[in-house]
């Protein structure tokens, strides 16, 4: 074992980005090692790097998210193209890694995954590995963009006896294994108990409805000066696609080209419900939001008890615990709480709800 050290006491994350002196550094040292092993006809089998880093960065309060860097989200798939395919090779090979910039894209990437996913395909350009959604596999599948992964599958290439057949058959569109579900979540409400007992309220149970959850938010801004819920009811279309199935339509049509209803009145409703909590200050407005999307996610409303509620997966308190470990998930609200969509409970009505408390305000 031959350990190289590029240690540099007291730096800082952002001085080991690529281009800093720091790296360029490091490169070398490691280069020099390689060259002295080969020298020495010593065969280096494997590369592993220990990185510790933080306590300056600690010390002067870096943001978490410029640790979020693409490298280390790509690391595991160069480690296993090296190990896996080309480490025993006797001719020289290449590792190809395009990176996009989704996260904080430049004015040339523009800022939309999809947008740029469907350019580089249309040039011929396609990564080999993407992440794509349910309603972009099918035409993605049908244009043959995506290759049948069930070859691969079944000479073993790719490992599946852990994955519920189920959920890998979810991947299939028109007999072909287009895609494999990266990890199942559900669709949850999540509150911060802090934020309610602030605002006098109890804490939803799992037979609320619209109609509770238009009063809630109300009453929180009221009483508190918080939001009742920062959700975005433009930018994200999972709640929707929930609000969708509650009026027993599907969002998109079975081959994912166009809307799956035609009811005008199932889009109204929803538009109601969140133009009235915007008016009244329950849920943020656009520009609001376009503040709170740039966050990190330990930095959302909800964790910061700036809210009392928000979408998110069944996932997102466990991965918060370490920020705040008091967040509870509670179910989305029911269209049938209270006599059924077009009840007194119904969606529909909690938008009027919301618009007439504005009004009263007013």
Not at 37 to 50: D, N, Q, S, V
Not at 292 to 305: A, F, K, M, N
């Amino acid at each position: 074992m031959v350990g190289v050290s590029v240690s540099k006491g007291g730096s800082r994350i952002d001085q080991w980005q690529p281009g800093g002196d720091f790296l360029q550094d490091a490169i070398a040292r490691l280069d020099a090692a390689s060259e002295f092993l080969a020298a020495g006809k010593y065969r280096i089998r494997h590369r592993y790097m220990l990185w510790c880093q933080g306590e300056s960065d600690g010390d002067i309060a870096k943001p978490g998210e410029q640790y979020q860097t693409p490298r280390m989200i790509l690391q595991p798939l160069v480690e296993n193209a090296i190990y896996y395919g080309i480490e025993d090779s006797l001719e020289k090979c290449t590792v190809r890694v395009s990176v996009w910039e989704v996260l904080n894209p430049s004015p040339t990437h523009g800022g939309d995954y999809f947008d740029i996913l469907s350019r580089v395909t249309a040039q011929g350009d396609m990564p080999d590995l993407i992440q794509i959604d349910y309603q972009y596999i099918t035409a993605y599948t049908e244009n043959g963009s995506l290759a049948d992964l069930r070859p691969f599958v079944e000479d073993g290439t790719i490992r599946t006896e852990e994955i519920d057949g189920a959920i890998l058959e979810s991947g299939v569109i028109d007999g072909r294994l287009s895609g494999i579900v990266l990890g199942t979540a559900i669709l949850s409400m999540v509150c911060n108990p802090a934020v309610f007992e602030e605002a006098g309220l109890p804490l939803p149970d799992g037979d609320w409805g619209w109609h509770d959850f238009a009063d809630i938010c109300i009453r929180i801004k009221e009483r508190t000066g918080k939001y009742g819920a920062a959700v975005t009811p433009v930018l994200d279309l999972n709640l929707y696609h929930y609000w969708v199935r509650q009026h027993g339509e599907d969002l998109f049509s079975s081959d994912g080209r166009l809307l799956g209803y035609e009811d005008d009145g199932v889009y109204m409703g929803y538009v109601e419900l969140f133009k009235g909590l915007m008016e009244c200050g329950a849920v943020p407005d656009s520009d609001s939001w376009a503040a709170i999307s740039v966050r990190g996610q330990e930095q959302l409303p909800v964790v910061t008890g700036e809210c009392g509620l928000t979408q998110e997966w069944n996932n997102f308190p466990v991965r918060m615990s370490y920020v705040n470990d008091g967040l509870k998930l509670i179910t989305p609200p029911l269209a049938e709480a209270n006599g059924g969509i077009g009840g007194e409970d119904s969606p529909e009505n909690a938008g009027m709800e919301a618009n007439q408390a504005n009004e009263a305000e007013g």
